[in-house]
C-alpha cells in the first residue's frame, strides 16, 4: 500500500530552535516525495521536492530510503514558519496524483 | 498572478440536500483533482480528470457524489444526498502537463457543514 505518515499532529518551538518534521512512507520502487505548506488563510502550496534537493526559506528535506523517511528540517525557526506542514508522495503509474499525510501544525513561539 | 477559483468558498446545508461545488483552474492546465480533507486530516483524492475524461475516481463514493468537466476547463462536484459525514473542505487543484515536477495549483477550497 502506498501511504505517507506523519506521526506528530502539532510541533511546538522556540524561535531559534532546531525544527524537525517527521514524515514516512510505503511505497514500492523509487519514491517522489514533496512537503506542501498551508499558511494561516493562504492556499494549499509547494514547499519543496525532494528531487531539487533544493533549500527553501532554510528548509531541507533528505530522502532516507533505508528508513522510509523524508523528515523536512530546519536549524533555526522563525515565527513565520508557523503553518500546517503535509508530507506528500506521488503515487504510482502516471496520474501524477499526490497521496498526503494528515499534517503537522508547527507553531513557533516568540 | 493565475490561481484556481473555487466556489462557494462556504455551504451550509441540512442531510439529504444536494450540494454542488464548482472549480476552475489555472489556464492550460489540463488536469485537475478534487480532494476531501476532513478537519485534521490530510487531502484525500475523490477524482482526477485529464482534460474532460475521468482518469480516477476509485475513491468517488458514486452512489452519491459526482463529478463533469463537460468541455475540459472548469469542473463540477456534486452531492446529492448530503450526509453528516461529507462535512469537509472540498479541494481543488490542477496541474500543468509539460514538465510536470509534482507541483500541484490548490484553489482556496469550499468548506461544507452539514447539519
Known amino acids: 500500500a502506498q501511504r505517507v505518515t506523519q506521526p506528530e499532529k502539532l510541533l511546538s518551538v522556540f524561535k531559534g530552535a532546531p525544527v524537525e518534521l517527521k514524515c514516512n512512507y510505503s511505497?514500492?520502487?523509487?519514491?517522489?516525495l514533496f512537503w506542501y505548506v498551508q499558511y494561516s488563510r493562504q492556499r494549499l502550496q509547494l514547499l519543496l521536492r525532494?528531487?531539487s534537493r533544493e533549500s527553501i526559506k532554510g528548509f531541507t528535506a533528505d530522502l532516507n530510503k533505508g528508513e522510509t523517511s523524508f523528515h523536512l528540517k530546519k536549524p533555526f525557526a522563525q515565527e513565520e514558519d508557523s503553518a500546517m506542514y503535509y508530507c506528500?508522495?506521488?503515487?504510482?503509474?502516471?496520474?501524477?496524483?499526490?497521496?498526503f499525510g494528515q499534517g503537522t501544525t508547527l507553531q513557533v513561539k516568540p | 498572478e493565475a490561481e484556481v477559483a473555487q466556489s462557494p468558498r462556504y455551504k451550509i446545508t441540512e442531510k439529504s440536500q444536494a450540494v454542488a461545488f464548482w472549480c476552475d483552474p489555472i489556464?492550460?492546465?489540463?488536469?485537475l483533482y478534487w480532494y476531501r480533507q476532513i478537519l485534521g486530516q490530510g487531502p484525500e483524492l475523490l477524482v482526477q480528470?485529464?482534460?474532460?475524461?475521468?482518469?480516477?475516481d476509485s475513491q468517488l463514493p458514486k452512489d452519491r457524489f459526482s463529478a463533469e468537466r463537460l468541455k475540459g476547463v472548469d469542473s463540477t462536484l456534486k452531492i446529492q444526498p448530503a450526509e453528516l459525514g461529507d462535512s469537509a473542505m472540498y479541494l481543488c487543484?490542477?496541474?500543468?502537463?509539460?514538465?510536470?515536477?509534482?507541483?500541484?495549483?490548490f484553489g482556496e477550497g469550499s468548506r461544507l457543514t452539514v447539519l
Open positions: 487543484a490542477s496541474r500543468s502537463d509539460r514538465g510536470y515536477t509534482g507541483e500541484l495549483f
Open positions: 511505497y514500492s520502487g523509487s519514491p517522489e
Open positions: 525532494h528531487i
Open positions: 506528500a508522495l506521488k503515487g504510482s503509474g502516471n496520474t501524477g496524483k499526490l497521496i
Open positions: 489556464s492550460g492546465h489540463a488536469t
Open positions: 480528470f485529464q482534460d474532460e475524461s475521468v482518469v480516477d
